[in-house]
């Protein structure tokens, strides 16, 4: 004889709702450790990247410091040209302008370009000629001139002109 | 009135308790510390994320500048970059001269951190032009050439004789900046 009308059932320890508590502290532990492990796994990566970047930056400062070098290099070199180019030109109008300062009456036989001078020689005339169509404008552009003349065989006279500029003068000049 | 707790409830609460502390626990001490951490990392990262990317873009502009400069200047860095080669110089400036010979002194000099070779030439012109047309064809030459004096110009018959220095400049053998 019964007295219910369902039948028994076994009687356990875990519940149903036990079961869905254990569930619930699954679920948050689960999520705790992740969340963790997510940090742990960030700041790993982070570590990673920082070196990475490092290295990156590295490399720049190097590469940045070999192309400033080769650019400094490149401008020195413009530089040391563009002087030199510069001094070739002026060279230039000096030997012009020299060639120019001799009248057609007076012949040049050899001519020197010093550093700081200018030695002529050739055949004049006469005096005159030369201290008037040479000599002045000579004296004008030098410092100190010195001519020397001797006879030639038709008559007029050969000469020679030495012509300074004193570089002491010119650098106060500069100074000034 | 006396309250009864069943055991499977005092189980439960103890068990609940128990992971209510743990939670306060970890979070307290390892996730909250990890997590300042993790933010304070970020910041910086993306701030030596920035710092870096303007590092490149200055490199880049650098790496631009480098370039325009070779190639606006390459007939110069090239000229510094050639040895001379007096017979090559000769061929090239011979239609400027009746006669042209070349003296390359061995003794080398340094000036403004190139090297710097001494060459004598004597020449035979026709006039005072052709001289200043070769100074100008030097200027625009395969080497960096300066003119120097003394310079002497002498008349021989309808030639003028001519004798001057040069200077050549060119790379110090151990500088490769620029290869």
């Not at chain 2, 001490?29 to 990890?34: D, M, R, Y």
């Not at chain 2, 303007?54 to 070779?70: A, G, H, P, V």
Request: hydrophobic share 40%.
């Amino acid at each position: 004889m019964t007295y219910s009308y369902i039948k028994p059932r076994k009687k356990s320890f875990v519940t149903s709702e036990l079961k869905l508590l254990f569930i619930f502290f699954f679920i948050t532990i689960i999520m705790l450790l992740l969340t963790y492990m997510f940090l742990v796994f960030k700041s790993y990566s982070f570590k990673q990247e920082h070196l990475e970047i490092q290295n990156t930056k590295r490399d720049l400062n190097i590469s940045l410091h070999k192309m400033n070098e080769d650019i400094k290099f490149i401008e020195k070199q413009i530089s040391v040209s563009k002087k030199i180019f510069t001094q070739n030109t002026v060279l230039k109008d000096s030997i012009a302008n020299m060639f120019d300062l001799v009248p057609e009456r007076i012949t040049l036989s050899e001519a020197k370009l010093l550093e700081n001078g200018l030695i002529l020689y050739g055949i004049t005339p006469n005096k005159d000629v030369y201290n008037f169509m040479l000599q002045a404008p000579l004296r004008s552009i030098f410092h100190n001139t010195y001519s020397s003349f001797y006879p030639a065989e038709n008559g007029w006279l050969y000469f020679v002109s030495k012509n300074y500029i004193d570089e002491d003068e010119t650098t106060l000049k500069e100074d000034d | 009135m006396k309250m009864e707790i069943s055991r499977q409830n005092l189980y439960l609460l103890i068990l609940s308790f128990l992971l209510l502390l743990f939670v306060l626990i970890f979070s307290f001490f390892v996730l909250i510390p990890h997590g300042k951490q993790y933010r304070k990392e970020r910041v910086q990262i993306k701030k030596e994320e920035k710092e870096l990317k303007e590092e490149q873009k200055y490199n880049d502009k650098t790496k631009t500048t480098l370039k325009s400069l070779r190639s606006e200047n390459k007939n110069i860095i090239s000229a510094f970059a050639n040895s001379f080669d007096p017979k090559r110089f000769k061929k090239l400036h011979d239609g400027y001269f009746s006669e042209l010979e070349i003296l390359k002194e061995p003794k080398e000099g340094e000036q403004d951190g190139f090297s710097v070779y001494s060459v004598k030439a004597t020449s035979k012109i026709n006039s005072p032009k052709t001289f200043y047309n070769f100074l100008d064809a030097i200027n625009k030459t395969e080497w960096i050439i300066s003119v120097n004096f003394p310079i002497r110009f002498k008349k021989e018959d309808d030639l003028i004789s001519s004798s001057f220095t040069m200077k050549v400049y060119s790379n110090m053998v151990d500088t490769n900046l620029t290869k």
